[in-house]
């Protein structure tokens, strides 16, 4: 995993991590408070942000005696990037499949009153 697209949507595979950035994005927390709703030691945290911070999505700034934990938005910008021009792709796929259903029905006959009175006898 050497691209950093990789190391985000890898950090990101952990249900407990896309927790953390969710709570991040309304606010910086302390590494404390982000361990408080969860079961686990603050090592087990600690780990969490390392990977965070390694894939680019966290910093941590030292404020006094407290180090806050701060999500770093403009990585997401990377992952939007990638994903729209994929959902750009998909969505030009279907066009083309709507177009290719639209001419096969313009080329299939319509039912006429007389063969549906045919078809119920």
């Known amino acids: 995993m050497d691209d950093e697209l990789s190391r985000v949507f890898a950090a990101l595979a952990d249900p407990t991590r896309r927790d953390m950035v969710a709570r991040l994005a309304v606010r910086d927390a302390t590494v404390n408070e982000l361990a408080e709703p969860y079961a686990v030691s603050l090592q087990a945290i600690s780990k969490h ?4 911070e390694d894939a680019g999505l966290v910093s941590r700034t030292r ?3 407290q180090r806050p934990v701060h999500l770093e938005a403009e990585v997401f910008d990377l992952m939007t990037k990638w994903i729209e021009r994929y959902r750009r792709e998909a969505e030009e796929r279907y066009r083309r ?3 290719v259903l639209a001419a096969m029905d313009a080329n299939t006959p319509t039912e006429t ?3 549906q009175e045919r078809g119920a006898s």
């Not at 942000?49 to 965070?52: H, S, T």
């Open 49 to 52: 942000l390392r990977v965070l």
């Open 63 to 65: 404020q006094a005696q």
């Open 97 to 99: 499949l709507d177009a």
């Open 113 to 115: 009153a007389t063969d």
